[in-house]
């Protein structure tokens, strides 16, 4: 009977399931879409339950669709979003998480930051808005009822999934490291962060390696998803170590951008460089690695924004009508630029009050003009990501991954403005579900370490190329010098509001 790896990754937009065989090969691909919370005072929330319907809906599709058996399935193992936090509380089921792009809580990490001024030389990190020991204090400064009968936190869509299937609450380093209380260079809590601030330390979820088995399907998760009691699950990865793992980035510089609805790149490294300000550094799903990330804020969701506003009404595919309204615009879009910062920003500049915005509007400007001027800005954020944590002298190819990765066109303006190959792997959208699918190999053994999965079936993996256009790239690089200038001048009317 073939044996399979299932596996969840629970992401801002949808829960996606995928069946990954000993060959790495993917069945079984389907999405439930969640629904996010947007607030009036900048709730940015999601309601976990969602997400266990989600992953039921993907696995009786699984027993009904495919005629799989439960038998089939080896282990089940996770990926998701990070930063953010959910309560495990019978008393309030039904408590939404906040995400990770919840930024209400500037006063409480600005706090953090005065109590351990020096705390990123523990956690390689800053204490920012969206730092989960940051949301924990708000919590406990406005809920503390809620806060006195939650058994336990945690930080990661993918630690919900696992709580539900097998009763455990537990995190993983990747994971761990984005919250602002695990020593990233002992992989371990800090308990002084819990206790100065009134925390329970033992309210925290348990750590573990990506690999291990942390609990099996309860009998209760049985009879809800259809999966036999007792299927080992495994801890997983927060989205960003899966990511990487997906990407081969296994080694000392290794990187590669990721384009799904907010945005990153990332290098991998075997000591962390604090000197660039709003950098993450995250713990590696390989021991003694991390994972430095400068992240986007916008991304895919500003792309889903001007598909919205510029598509037009008339079609049944707005996605497809939006790429051709690209795909006739002009090289620098007639002379229009496009800031990004829909969602304010935390790099390459780090303002929650930034906002998106033309300029160059003219009598000839145009809807395509428009469209197009928004993809060159993201990847105008991506080019200055680059310049400020990679040589790309030294690269032949940069790996794109991602659902932003499907639009040929995104991807052929990336490739003009940063000069340099774009390399898309076949099924990049599911490059996470592979990459988290590395430490189940290990785990069942069907593999002895993670090179020996990467060299069989994942460098040698089909992709797609994109070459630059040098010419594009010079004008390109006219352009992006006035694009730079863009944030700095407005910055003064941010400031002003």
């Known amino acids: 009977m073939k044996k399979y790896i299932a596996v969840f990754d629970i992401g801002t937009t949808a829960v996606k399931g995928v069946l990954i065989d000993q060959q790495a090969r993917i069945t079984g691909e389907y999405g439930v879409n969640v629904d996010t919370y947007y607030g009036e005072n900048g709730e940015v929330e999601q309601n976990p339950a969602d997400w266990w319907e989600g992953m039921k809906e993907i696995t009786q599709k699984w027993w009904s669709e495919l005629n799989m058996e439960a038998e089939q399935v080896a282990a089940i193992t996770f990926t998701g979003q990070m930063e953010d936090v959910i309560l495990i509380s019978p008393a309030y089921p039904s408590q939404r998480a906040m995400l990770y792009s919840d930024n209400r809580f500037e006063q409480e990490a600005a706090y953090i ?14 204490i920012r808005p969206s730092t989960p020991l940051a949301k924990l204090l708000w919590m406990k400064n406005n809920k503390e009822k809620m806060m006195e009968k939650t058994q336990c936190f945690v930080f990661s869509s993918k630690d919900f999934g696992i709580y539900k299937l097998t009763n455990t609450c537990v995190t993983d380093p990747t994971t761990a490291a984005t919250t602002g209380i695990m020593n990233l260079h002992t992989r371990a809590w800090i308990p002084e962060m819990m206790e100065t601030f009134g925390f329970d330390p033992n309210k925290l979820p348990k750590l573990r390696g990506s690999e291990e088995i942390v609990g099996y399907v309860s009998a209760s998760a049985m009879e809800e998803t259809g999966f036999l009691q007792n299927t080992p699950v495994l801890c997983g990865s927060g ?8 990407a081969a980035a296994v080694h000392q510089g290794d990187t590669y951008f990721y384009l799904g609805t907010t945005g990153w790149t990332a290098m991998v490294q075997e000591n962390v460089n604090s000197n660039i300000q709003g950098m993450f550094h995250l713990a590696h799903i ?9 992240p986007l804020l916008n991304a895919g969701n500003v792309h889903k924004w001007a598909v919205d506003t510029f598509a037009s009404e008339d079609t049944d595919d707005k996605n497809s009508a939006f790429e051709e309204l690209v795909k006739n615009a002009s090289v620098g879009s007639n002379g229009i630029f496009f800031l990004p910062y829909i969602h304010g920003e935390r790099f390459p500049v780090q303002d929650a009050d930034a906002k998106g915005a033309f300029w160059g509007i003219g009598p000839k400007t145009s809807k395509k003009d428009m469209a197009r001027a928004v993809m060159e800005g993201i990847c105008f954020s991506y080019k200055q990501l680059m310049e400020l944590i990679i040589d790309a002298g030294d690269k032949d190819f940069l790996t794109l991954m991602g659902g932003g990765s499907k639009s040929a066109t ?5 490739a003009d403005i940063i000069g340099v190959q774009v390399r898309v ?3 990049s959208e599911y490059m996470p579900a592979l990459g988290i699918s590395v430490p189940a190999f290990i785990q069942l053994g069907w593999a002895d370490h993670y090179q020996a999965v990467l060299e069989r079936f994942f460098i040698t993996a089909e992709a797609k190329t994109y070459e630059p256009n040098m010419l594009h790239h010079e004008l390109y690089e006219e352009i992006y010098e006035t694009y730079l200038k863009m944030y700095p001048s407005l910055k003064r009317i941010y400031e002003r509001r």
Do not use: K, Y
């Not at 989205?239 to 997906?246: F, I, K, P, Q, S």
């Open 113 to 126: 930051m005065e109590r351990f001024p020096n705390i990123q030389a523990e956690t390689g990190n800053i």
């Open 239 to 246: 989205d960003a170590g899966a990511t990487a793992m997906g």
């Open 286 to 294: 390989v021991p003694h690695l991390t994972i430095s990330i400068a």
């Open 410 to 414: 995104w991807c052929q303006i990336l």
């Open 425 to 427: 792997p076949a099924d």
